[in-house]
């Protein structure tokens, strides 16, 4: 089979025996898996507002993802672009409340490069350069970076310098001119799934069309020969962690300019660990990364629904992503099903 | 400030908080030094919070409460194993389907069995324990005597745990195993064998962890309730460059900086700024600041055998 096509088939298979194992789960515990599931899909594209959602739901997982697959084509594990995209939304907030009387062209890319430098830096700097050079383990430097992250934003909302005044901690609503407008009234879905997709067409070009692009993926595929071959691996260690944190960065500035419009004092927006299961099950290819998305997003905006009409509680998605992630890693078990099932055929043609 | 370092509950609640970093990141210890990362610690310790509780609710006995999560959490380990070393998937990978997987998968359950009002209120809890003599001495008594059993239990552990790691013949081949596989299979060891075991200890550990969590400090679980710790614990491990006293130390304080921060909820900045040392700390520690932290040579990387 060609590589291709494995790389496309590999995960569908993935969803197909996650769907199932989710059915088994739904039946032990006496619900109606095909009610369960039909309600699901209504939820994330039955009407106009319910696919806008859904598409609103992907675009903060778009950009993630694509920054979390050009690290693992680096070879690298950026597990902590959750506070990278915190880091991004901090700075566009603060961007988007404090600047006064800019004209939107001025202040929404004012805003987003901002975003897109703090997130870089974060993802970059510390874990980018004591990877490269001291050789700490990316997986923990981003992870423990990440929940940094999340209390310094805990920090500024809960009675620090963001904070709104009152007694709830979140910040001040951000200005006009910097609300990426939306597209579908009374939905979430703003232009900022425009920029999502522009980012998905550079990621690929960066990838798999330019030098740079290049060198990072042969870095990821061997860095000892990468190495031998003239590369400076330490930078394209550097650069590919900082382009991972850029991206999470733009990614959290979007959505507070294009849905929430101000910082709210939470523990997690979930996207930066769930864009690494968008990567992942997008076998890192930047268009991949688009579609893997949308799927993450509809099993978001569909579980509420299907908690709703079909009373199965929505943590059901989570299942199904935790069994998803699990075979598209472990694809070893999918090959073993197939030798199983080969076996059974063989014996049955026989007799 | 001074009256709350001389407050002994800072200091019980700083063991009661480092409980629960430490048993799981000796259980990592065990894991990495035989080459396996095990980030999926977390999961398995919500899993076994969950369990222990639903366990200990069908059965009246908080001790069956945490058996039947301690089985539960080495069967989610074994299915781990057998995914991370007989099939070489990539551990990391691996670890956080696990972690998506209990935390949508203990939800579900709570849901489902509990409904919404959540986990019955006459569900049995381990019992504390007073320690004679030591109880009686004003201060030190208040802190050391009293706590839950999981927290003696724990010490234990760490003084067994060190003496098998580093004293017994199985503990070093568990050590050669995760330095050079390619060595110690040569050397007539069986490398996936004692990855599974390695792998096993830490669903053990994690899983009383667990079960500290929701029928040890309470007799409820509640959602995500395991909050990170697996992930601390690995930093703690790290942090105590991959011994148990060294974790232990480090669980120790990570849990004096939670327990400060508890009682400093008034005051925002220092709260905030507080809960960041432990990370903050961890990566100097990687970075090499004080003593550089080096993981196992071997450690997450898969070994396919000769054979």
Do not use: C
Not at chain 1, 103 to 115: M, R, T
Request: hydrophobic fraction near 55%; aromatic fraction near 12%; proline fraction near 4%.
């Amino acid at each position: 089979m060609s590589k291709v096509l494995k790389s496309i088939y590999m995960p569908i298979l993935a969803v197909v025996i996650a769907i199932i194992i989710g059915s088994i789960i739904m039946l032990a515990t006496g619900f109606n898996p095909v009610a369960a599931y039909s309600s699901l899909f209504i939820g994330a594209f039955g009407t106009l507002p319910n696919i806008a959602n859904t598409l609103a739901n992907a675009v903060p997982l778009i950009i993630t993802g694509l920054g979390v697959a050009i690290a693992f084509n680096a070879g690298l594990f950026n597990i902590g672009a959750e506070g990278q995209y915190w880091i991004g939304a901090i700075v566009g907030t603060w961007i988007g409340y404090s600047f006064k009387g800019l004209p939107w062209y001025i202040h929404i890319p004012l805003a987003l490069v901002a975003a897109m430098i703090a997130g870089g830096l974060w993802g970059g700097i510390i874990p980018g350069f004591a990877k490269a050079y001291t050789g700490a383990h990316e997986v923990i430097t981003t992870m423990m970076m990440s929940y940094v992250a999340i209390y310094f934003s805990h920090y500024l909302l809960e009675f620090g310098p963001m904070m709104e005044k009152g007694s709830v901690p979140q910040s001040p609503l951000i200005r006009d001119s910097a609300v990426i407008p939306t597209i579908v009234p009374n939905t979430q879905l703003s232009y900022g799934i425009v920029i999502a997709l522009v980012a998905a067409l550079f990621v690929y070009w960066l990838m798999y069309k330019t030098v740079w692009g290049y060198e990072m993926r042969a870095v990821g595929f061997n860095q000892r020969a990468s190495k031998y071959a003239g590369m400076n691996v330490p930078f394209n260690i550097v650069l590919s962690l900082s382009l991972s944190g850029i991206f999470a960065g733009l990614a959290g500035a979007v959505q507070i300019l294009g849905v929430q419009h101000r910082l709210y004092d939470s523990f997690t927006s979930g996207y930066g660990y769930t864009a690494i299961v968008v990567a992942l099950l997008a076998k890192n290819n930047p268009i991949g990364v688009v579609f893997s998305a949308l799927l993450f997003a509809a099993l978001g905006t569909g579980s509420q629904y299907m908690q709703l009409n079909a009373q199965v509680p929505g943590q059901l998605t989570d299942v199904i992503t935790g069994l998803i992630i699990f075979f598209v890693a472990a694809d070893k078990i999918i090959e073993l099903f197939k030798t199983m099932f080969k076996k059974q055929k063989k014996e049955e043609l026989a007799s | 400030m001074k009256e709350i370092l001389l407050n002994p509950q800072l200091w019980s609640a700083t063991l009661a908080m480092a409980t629960p970093l430490a048993l799981p990141a000796l259980g990592g210890t065990f894991s990495e030094r035989s080459g396996v990362v095990n980030i999926a610690m977390e999961g398995i310790m919500l899993i076994a919070a969950f369990f222990a509780v639903l366990f200990a609710h069908l059965t009246g006995s908080a001790w069956l409460g945490l058996l039947g999560a301690v089985i539960v959490g080495m069967i989610v380990a074994v299915i781990f194993a057998w995914a991370a070393v007989t099939l070489t998937a990539d551990q990391v990978i691996l670890g956080m389907a696990i972690n998506i997987f209990a935390s949508g998968f203990t939800a579900y359950l709570l849901n489902t069995i509990f409904g919404f009002s959540g986990t019955p209120t006459d569900t049995p809890m381990l019992p504390n324990i007073d320690i004679p003599i030591i109880k009686n001495i004003p201060f030190v008594g208040q802190i050391l005597s009293g706590n839950s059993v999981i927290v003696y239990l724990m010490i234990i552990l760490i003084f067994a745990s060190d003496y098998f790691l580093f004293h017994t013949n199985l503990g070093l081949r568990i050590r050669a195993v995760g330095e050079n596989p390619e060595a110690a299979e040569t050397a007539g060891i069986n490398v996936i064998k004692l990855r599974y075991l390695g792998v096993a200890l830490s669903g053990l550990f994690s899983a009383i962890g667990g079960a500290y969590l929701s029928i040890g400090l309470l007799n409820s679980f509640s959602t995500d309730m395991s909050s990170g710790r697996g992930y601390i614990a690995l930093a703690a491990m790290i942090f105590g460059k991959w011994t148990p006293f060294g974790s232990f130390g480090a669980a120790l304080l990570f849990g004096f900086a939670t327990a400060l921060s508890m009682q400093l909820q008034n005051s925002a900045l220092s709260k905030n700024i507080i809960m960041m040392l432990p990370y903050i700390l961890t990566v100097l520690a990687l970075v090499g600041v004080g003593g550089k932290s080096v993981s196992p040579a071997a450690d997450g990387v898969p070994y396919t055998p000769k054979k």
